[in-house]
């Protein structure tokens, strides 16, 4: 089974951006769902009232390289702030990279902050269940991430599976966090590419 990773980042534009980074979590969820793949989301850091500044989102399923290719690179939406009313600015732009799986010596956690949960390996939308509980839930307790390993046969496997991509996404969601923070003085997303959009969305 196809399994991406891939990193949304409002970067370190002003509220709408991380409004429009929520919105198009919910647009991958949506297609996921049409095509068949799981979907998962996880964030190193709480999100504000106006969502987050960084998601890390793992798509698996036949059709996940595919959802990949059509939303990396950045994505415009064009709505009417709510935040500020008066603003005359319309368009919030968001970006998508694929995250590859970094080296991850760095990162450290410690084991009585993971739990892990098994469950039946079954692919996306419940086809080709497994009659054993190979599957591994690894949920890091002190952020709540939740990550599910399920492409390997043993649990044995995808409890290591689980535990390296979760060491990956701390890393990744907590480098784009430091970046956010260095420039959250900014109030401009002047690190994300305007005008060569590959998707936009109007609300």
Same mark, same amino acid.
């Given at each position: 089974?196809?399994?991406v990773?891939? #990193? $949304?980042?409002?970067?370190?534009?002003?509220?709408?951006?991380r409004?429009? $980074?929520?919105?198009?979590?919910?647009? #991958? &969820?949506?297609?996921?769902?049409e095509?068949d793949c799981?979907?998962?989301?996880?964030?190193?850091?709480?999100?504000d009232k106006?969502g987050p500044?960084s998601? #890390?989102?793992?798509?698996?399923g036949? &059709?996940?390289?595919?959802?990949?290719?059509?939303?990396?690179?950045?994505?415009?939406?064009?709505?009417k702030?709510? =935040?500020?009313?008066?603003h &005359?600015?319309?368009?919030?732009?968001?970006?998508?990279?694929e995250a590859a $799986?970094?080296?991850?010596?760095?990162?450290?956690?410690?084991?009585?902050?993971? !739990?892990?949960?098994? $469950? *039946?390996?079954?692919g996306?939308?419940?086809?080709?269940?497994?009659?054993?509980?190979?599957?591994? !839930?690894i949920?890091? =307790?002190p952020? %709540?991430? @939740?990550?599910?390993?399920?492409?390997e046969r043993?649990?044995?496997?995808?409890?290591a599976?689980? #535990?390296? *991509?979760l060491?990956? =996404?701390?890393q990744?969601l @907590?480098?784009?966090? &430091?970046?956010?923070m260095?420039?959250?003085?900014h109030?401009?997303? *002047?690190?994300?590419?305007? %005008?060569?959009?590959?998707?936009t969305?109007?609300?």
């Amino acid at each position: 089974m196809k399994s991406v990773d891939l #990193l $949304l980042s409002a970067g370190t534009g002003p509220a709408e951006c991380r409004i429009a $980074l929520s919105r198009l979590i919910d647009l #991958l &969820k949506q297609e996921a769902r049409e095509s068949d793949c799981s979907f998962e989301a996880a964030s190193a850091f709480a999100p504000d009232k106006y969502g987050p500044r960084s998601v #890390l989102v793992t798509l698996q399923g036949d &059709k996940a390289d595919r959802i990949a290719h059509d939303y990396c690179g950045t994505i415009r939406f064009i709505f009417k702030s709510p =935040v500020r009313p008066q603003h &005359k600015r319309q368009n919030w732009f968001v970006s998508v990279s694929e995250a590859a $799986l970094p080296k991850i010596g760095e990162i450290n956690i410690r084991p009585q902050d993971i !739990r892990y949960e098994t $469950l *039946r390996a079954g692919g996306p939308g419940g086809q080709h269940q497994n009659t054993t509980d190979s599957a591994v !839930r690894i949920i890091h =307790v002190p952020t %709540g991430i @939740q990550l599910t390993a399920r492409n390997e046969r043993s649990q044995h496997r995808n409890k290591a599976a689980a #535990l390296e *991509r979760l060491k990956a =996404v701390m890393q990744h969601l @907590q480098e784009d966090a &430091k970046e956010a923070m260095k420039a959250a003085h900014h109030q401009d997303n *002047r690190n994300i590419e305007r %005008g060569n959009e590959v998707k936009t969305f109007r609300f």
